[in-house]
Nanobody
Framework: QVQLVESGGGLVQPGGSLRLSCTAS????????MKWYRQAPGKERELVAL????????DYADSVKGRFTISRDNDKNMLFLQMNNLKPEDTAVYYC???????????????WGQGTQVTVPS
């Protein structure tokens, strides 16, 4: 079955860096664009970054542009998010998920993992 396992979060001081990883299984990873989302306490889940299936196209939320870098390794079925110059407002649980094409092909189902907590104290 589809599994998404996020890791790499932690507590980091403002200005610090973290590298998140997402290990995917149960579907053809290299076929789909992939996204990183985050959800802060009391807020809705928001899109942080996306990468095309081959990795040639990347887009970012304005709030992380220039600080975060998304990448993928299709041979290892892994997605990454390098986060630099972290700010308190980056505090959230981070999730990975394949794109809308995947969701449509799975009858609208999402397969959220447990996420990984990133905490940047103010």
């Amino acid at each position: 079955q589809v599994q998404l396992v996020e890791s790499g979060g932690g507590l980091v001081q403002p200005g610090g860096s973290l590298r998140l990883s997402c290990t995917a299984s149960g579907f053809t990873f290299g076929f789909y664009a992939m996204k990183w989302y985050r959800q802060a306490p009391g807020k809705e889940r928001e899109l942080v970054a996306l990468i095309s299936s081959a990795g040639s196209r990347k887009d970012y939320a304005d709030s992380v542009k220039g600080r975060f870098t998304i990448s993928r390794d299709n041979d290892k079925n892994m997605l990454f998010l390098q986060m630099n110059n972290l700010k308190p407002e980056d505090t959230a649980v981070y999730y990975c998920h394949p794109d809308e094409v995947f969701v449509a092909r799975n009858s609208g189902a999402h397969y959220w993992g447990q996420g990984t907590q990133v905490t940047v104290p103010s």
